[in-house]
C-alpha cells in the first residue's frame, strides 16, 4: 500500500515532443506529490509538486496532472530540450509519512536533438 | 545559499567493515534525511532526524544508525557492510520537520563494498 508505481521506465523522444510520465500510487493519506530530476553524478532536483486539491499545475514547460479519484499523476514536459535528459522520479508522502518521501522507480528520459 | 553538501563523494570499504557518511544541511535548516539509492532499486528512505533526535526510520537493518549534531549536521554510520549496501546514500534536509517540507538532495556518497 505504501508503494508508487512509475511508468515507463525509459522514454526516448526527438527534441520538442511531450514526454509523458505516469505514476500511481495506493495509500489514500498521500497528500503530497513531488517530482524530482536526477541528472547523473547529481542528487535529485525539486521540479514541480502538487497537492491533491487542484487537477493541474504547471511551471515553466513542466505539467503535473493529478486524478485524484484514479489515484494517479502525471508529467508532462512541453517542447523538449535533449538539456532534459535525465532521470525523473515522482513521489509522494503525507503528513503522518514522518518524513518519509516514497519514491517511484525511475524513469530515464533521452530527448534526442 | 549553499546547498546540501556530503563527504566523502566516494568511499571504498571491504566486507564487515564500518563506513561513516556526513552531512551538512542548507543553513537555516532542521531536518536531514537519508536515503539509499541502489542500483534497480530505487530511492529508499533510510533516516529521518529533527532537532537532534531521530524521528523515523525505514526498513533497514540496525546495522544502519546515524546522528544529528547541534549544528544539525548529521552522520550516518553502517556497520558489518555486506556487499549489497553497495550504492549512492543521498542526504536531504528541510526547513523543519514537518512531513511534507520540500527536501533537498545533496550530490551523494557512492559506498562500495567489495
Known amino acids: 500500500q505504501q508503494q508508487v508505481k512509475q511508468s515507463p521506465q525509459s522514454l526516448i523522444v526527438q527534441k520538442g515532443g511531450i514526454p509523458i510520465i505516469n505514476c500511481a500510487y495506493e495509500?489514500?493519506?498521500?497528500?503530497?506529490f513531488p517530482w524530482y530530476q536526477q541528472f547523473p553524478g547529481k542528487g535529485p532536483a525539486l521540479l514541480i509538486a502538487?497537492?491533491?486539491?487542484?487537477s493541474e499545475k504547471k511551471e515553466g514547460r513542466f505539467t503535473i496532472s493529478f486524478n485524484k479519484s484514479a489515484k494517479q499523476f502525471s508529467l508532462h514536459i512541453m517542447d523538449s530540450q535533449p538539456g532534459d535528459s535525465a532521470t525523473y522520479f515522482c513521489?509522494?508522502?503525507?503528513?503522518?509519512?514522518?518524513?518519509?518521501?516514497?519514491f517511484g522507480q525511475g524513469t530515464i528520459l533521452t530527448v534526442h536533438p | 545559499e549553499a546547498g546540501v553538501t556530503q563527504s566523502p563523494t566516494h568511499l571504498i570499504k571491504t566486507r564487515g567493515q564500518q563506513a561513516t557518511l556526513r552531512c551538512s544541511p542548507i543553513s537555516g535548516h532542521t531536518s536531514v534525511y537519508w536515503y539509499q539509492q541502489a542500483l534497480g532499486l530505487g530511492l529508499q528512505f533510510l533516516l529521518w532526524?529533527?532537532?537532534?533526535?531521530?524521528?523515523n526510520r525505514g526498513n533497514f537493518p540496525p546495522r544502519f544508525s546515524g546522528r544529528q549534531f547541534p549544528n544539525y549536521s548529521s552522520e550516518l554510520n553502517v556497520n558489518a557492510l555486506e556487499l549489497e549496501d553497495s550504492a549512492l546514500y543521498l542526504c536531504?534536509?528541510?526547513?523543519?520537520?514537518?512531513?511534507?517540507?520540500?527536501?533537498?538532495f545533496g550530490p551523494g556518497t557512492r559506498l562500495t563494498v567489495l
Open positions: 513521489a509522494a508522502t503525507s503528513g503522518t509519512s514522518y518524513g518519509k518521501l516514497t
Open positions: 495509500n489514500t493519506a498521500f497528500d503530497y
Open positions: 532526524y529533527d532537532e537532534g533526535e531521530e524521528r
Open positions: 536531504a534536509s528541510s526547513r523543519q520537520g514537518r512531513g511534507t517540507d520540500t527536501q533537498y
Open positions: 502538487i497537492r491533491p486539491d487542484v
